[in-house]
Every structure is written in C-alpha cells, then in structure tokens.
C-alpha cells in the first residue's frame, strides 16, 4: 500500500532546510532576546532576519511584521485589536460567510459584545460581489476582513479590488492569508491591504508561529498584554526556532513561487478531471487562476464525506472532509452551504490539497483508488438506491 498525503491545506511538514535553521535555537542559542549578553543579541539578530524575510516576502516593512502564536491568533488579534481601539468610530465589521472559524468565531465574539457584523453571501464559485460589498459599508464601518483564499474550496478573492473599495471608503481592510501566501503572489502594498494573517505551518514551517502584517500607522489594541516584545504590541517572550523556521520557510516559498504554481497547478487539473470522470460528481469552486493551484473539492452525490474518508485512509490516503475543524462534526461544511450546496450534497464532499511533496504517482494512486470506493459506497447507499429507482427528484 502506498501512502499519500493530500491534506496540504490542513497542515505541511516542515522542510528539512527549515528544520537545520532552526535546531541551533533550540540548544546553545538559547538565549532571551530581551536580555544583555552575547547570546542574547545572536537570538535578536536572528529575529530581525527573519522580519526582514517576511517583509520581503509581503513587500512591506520590518516595522510592520509581527509574529503571533499562528494563524488564528493573528485573525484574532485583527478584527478585536481593530474593533476595541475603534469602537469611538463605529461598531460594523463586514467579513464573509466562508471565513475560517479563527475569523467567524471571532466575528461572532463580538456580536454578543455589541459589535454588528454583516457576512456576505458568496456566489456559486465562492466568490463575494463586490457591489454587495460597497453597498454593505456605512460610516459606521470600522473593518472589512475578507479571506484571500478559502481553505475548503480554493477561491481566491479579487483582493486587489476589494483593497480599493476599503481604501476609497476609508475602512480597513484585513485579509486572512493563511492558504495564499506560499501558493500565489501576494503584495500588500499593490493589493492596499491593511492587515494580513498567515501561519507557518501552512508553508512548510512550524506549528505555532505566524504572522500579522499591520500597516504603519494603524492604530489596534493589544491581544496579549506584558512584555514589551514585538515593540510593546505582542507580549511573551519570542518563540525564536518558530520564528527562524517562518523566515526560511517563507523565503523558500517565494523563492520556488513560479514553478511550485505551475507543479500544483498541473497536478491539480490532472487530478480534478480525473476525479470528475466519475459520474454524479460536482467541483465546487472555480476552475483556473482563480483556484488555488493546490485545491480540489469534489462532491460525490449519494455517500457520505466520512465513509470517503475512512475508506481512503483504509488506502493510505489522507484526505479531508470540508475542512480539518468541521470533520468530526456531523455539520456540513459552511462553505459548502454558503456556495449553494443542499446539506446531503454538502455532506458527500471531499477535499484533496496537494503541496510540494506531492508527485503525478500520488494523483494517479488517488484516481486509480477513488472511483471503485465510490462505486462501493454507493452500492451501500439508500439514497443511491431510491435514485436509481425514481430518477431525480
Ligand atoms: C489554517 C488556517 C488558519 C489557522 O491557522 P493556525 O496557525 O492553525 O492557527 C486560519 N485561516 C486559514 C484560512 C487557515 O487555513
């Protein structure tokens, strides 16, 4: 039996080149970068190296990269640091039905605490109107957070528009950018981006470190109070090997971009008409340079995501239902509802991310493995059964 990973978007190994950088921070270059001896300006140094990857990497200032404790921290800290340091101004967010739960739950938080919250609809593909958008700001719009890229389905947002919208309106604008960066092109100045999130272990770094990006200028409140690490904005002391490991893996990433693009992009459209040949199947999300080149979404009428899954890990495959967070719930994907999904179609989805490990011996496994589970499901399947007996309803 073979065994494929195909969960990218839930997590990525680390590098081996990232894990050499980082294993020296972890034993003899120990030392507290807040502290006055030799060891403890190697591990400062260290930092600022990796700041300034990540501004490079983003096109912005060192001065304007923080490091958090990952990706839902960043997310977090954004929209209630926006939300607590603005409320003088106004209580409207606008973010979208298909956000992360790192940016719904949080948007939620603040709804009990007197916020209001506008989440807009998504079309079919699971791109948002930007008409919508423009007609939902109000002067009492504090922050727009909209995602780059959805971890379920792969649509990239018209980033660059939606930065001109905020801009024009004078809100903020956030994006979370956790499957973005790494995969596609990402440039905070061109795309007037405000404040951006992203997570090292979606990039082939550590679990536990991320990123977020604010603007010089932007005045947001705290979400970890002490210290005065991070120029007194993010407190604790600095989780140095995650930090070091963020700046290779990131700068690796830019690096690679053009051809890791074309590899994914190529393995993706491989891997997504094969998987279509099946009959009774849907893509959800778009098809190109407007899907992530690593994502695949596919919905198999009659079974259920769960059963594809423990079949296929029955097979070596790792796989995912919706989203690592939704699996294990019995609800249906939100994105997938979002999109227009009914909840039985939603519930037989199956996603397969492919990343830099991946190879065409991999997809062809899944394409040669997939179809019979199907065929097998759906032979157990009663909705398959009083299909085949009353045609569509
Ligand atoms: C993984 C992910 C997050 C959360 O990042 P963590 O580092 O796991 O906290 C947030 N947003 C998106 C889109 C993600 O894919």
Redesign the pocket.
Known sequence: MKNVYMDY?ATTYVKPEVLEEMMPYFTEKFGNPSSFYGISRITKMAIDEARERVAKALNCGMDEVYFTG????A?NWAIKGIASAHKNKGNHIITTKIE?H??LHTCMYLEKNGYDVTYLDVNDEGFINLEDLKNAITDKTILVSI?FA??EIGTIQPIKEIGEICKERNVYFHT?A??AVGNVPVDVKEMNIDML?L????IYGP?GI?VLYIKKGIKIDNLIHGGAQEKSRRAGTENIAGIVGLGKAIELACDNLDEHMKNMTYLRDKLIDGLLKVPYTKLNGPRGDERLPGNSNICFRFIEGESILLSLDFEGICASSGSACTSGSLDPSHVLLAIGLPHEIAHGSLRLTLGAGSTVEDVDYVLDTVPPIIERLRNMSPLWDDFLKKGEK
Do not use: F
């Open positions: 978007s990952g990706g839902s921290e997310d992360h790192a940016v995602m959805n971890n979370d956790v499957q999130s997570a090292g272990h979606k679990k991320g």
